[in-house]
Structures are given as C-alpha cells and as structure tokens.
C-alpha cells in the first residue's frame, strides 16, 4: 500500500524532503516503517523523534493504513 | 482562541476582548526573541510548526489546565516564520475569577506548550 510521512525540522533539513511517498506491505506498524526509512535513508538511523499518526502520537505498535497522515516528530523546541 | 500565525501577534486587540466582568483576573505571558542563546549571538529565530497538530495539542492542554483550574478563557498564539529580536513568538492569555488560577494555568500552559506542540525553532546567527 501506499503512504506518505511528512517530515519537520532536523529531519525535514537532513533529508531535505518534506514529505514522501512510500510502498509498503499492509499490516505495517511504525516499528516496521522506521526501519524501512533506516533503509532507505541510512542517515534516519538514530534519528531522535517519535511518528504521529492523525495529528496525535501514538505507540510504535501501532498498526498504518493508507489514509493516515503520519509525520516523523523530532524533538520539539517551541515556545 | 488558539492560532498558528505568520502574522504579528496583536495583543491589543486580544486585551481588548479578554477581560469580562466575571473575571477578577487576567494573566499572560510572552516569549520574545532574545539576542543570545548558550552564549552565542542571535540574529534571528525561524519557527516552523507543524500547524494542524500543534492546534491539536493547544486543545488537549486547554483540556488538561480546566481539569486543574477553573478559568473563563485561554488563548495560545503561537508566530512562525522569521523573528527578528524583540519580536514575541507565543503569547498565552489565561482568565478567571481569581489571580492564582488565571496565573497557574498561563504557567502551566506555556510549559506544556513546550513541551508537546510541534513547533522548531531554529536559530539564525
């Protein structure tokens, strides 16, 4: 299936994406997927963040499907 | 009222509307962009926000402060783009009936804020 994450801040600037497209086997959880990324951009590896699916963070088990709007969070400094 | 805005923020006109006669206090707190981080000099600061989700978490801590506190309003407004020094980059309005609930909640707001709202900054020197 299909997916799209969106990336922010350091990650955003690494990558220099700000969001892409991926295909992935269904039944993904965010575990599977962050390895994926790892794959794919070795340099995601050590990556400080967390995912957030639907605009809420979420556990790592949990479970993507196509439509969810995922984004890879780092750490925040707002304020 | 909550926003994400590239826009100044026009606290004047937020004052305006915010104080009403049933409440005995008004409490806020501004975030400017200092000269100077970790003692180096700052030029700048750019915020970037990830917007639909940082609203999200404005609600969920307004959620969290009236578990806590009984306060009339909370306003969270926070700028994104570039800031030059001087310039506020979040601005938090708490009222209630009285002083140590409308102070707590705008304390607590801006910590949580911080804390979980997707929101960078990043400094430019």
């Given at each position: 299936m299909k997916i799209k994450i969106k990336f922010f801040s350091i990650a955003k600037d690494l990558l220099d994406k700000e969001e892409i497209q991926l295909e992935v086997a269904p039944l993904h959880n965010l575990n599977q997927l962050k390895k994926e990324l790892e794959k794919i951009y070795p340099s995601f590896k050590g990556m400080p963040g967390r995912f957030a699916v639907n605009l809420s963070f979420t556990s790592n088990e949990t479970i993507i499907n196509e439509t969810d709007e995922i984004a890879w969070i780092p750490p925040v400094s707002g304020g | 009222m909550f926003s994400v805005t590239p826009n100044p923020i026009d606290i004047s006109a937020i004052l305006a509307n915010a104080i009403a006669p049933e409440n005995g206090a008004l409490a806020t707190f501004m975030g400017t962009v200092r000269n100077h981080s970790e003692g180096q000099k700052i030029k700048q600061l750019y915020y970037e926000a990830?917007?639909?989700?940082?609203?999200?978490?404005?609600?969920?801590?307004?959620?969290?402060?009236?578990?806590?506190?009984?306060?009339?309003?909370?306003?969270?407004?926070?700028?994104?783009?570039?800031?030059?020094?001087?310039?506020?980059?979040?601005?938090?309005?708490?009222?209630?009936?009285?002083?140590?609930?409308?102070?707590?909640?705008?304390?607590?707001?801006?910590?949580?804020?911080?804390?979980?709202?997707?929101?960078?900054?990043?400094?430019?020197?």
């Open positions: - | 990830y917007a639909p989700m940082a609203l999200k978490s404005f609600e969920a801590v307004e959620k969290e402060v009236r578990a806590l506190w009984k306060i009339s309003q909370l306003s969270i407004i926070h700028r994104t783009g570039a800031l030059s020094i001087g310039e506020i980059a979040v601005f938090i309005l708490a009222t209630a009936p009285h002083r140590k609930e409308a102070l707590s909640a705008c304390s607590y707001t801006i910590d949580r804020v911080k804390e979980i709202s997707p929101i960078w900054k990043k400094e430019i020197v």
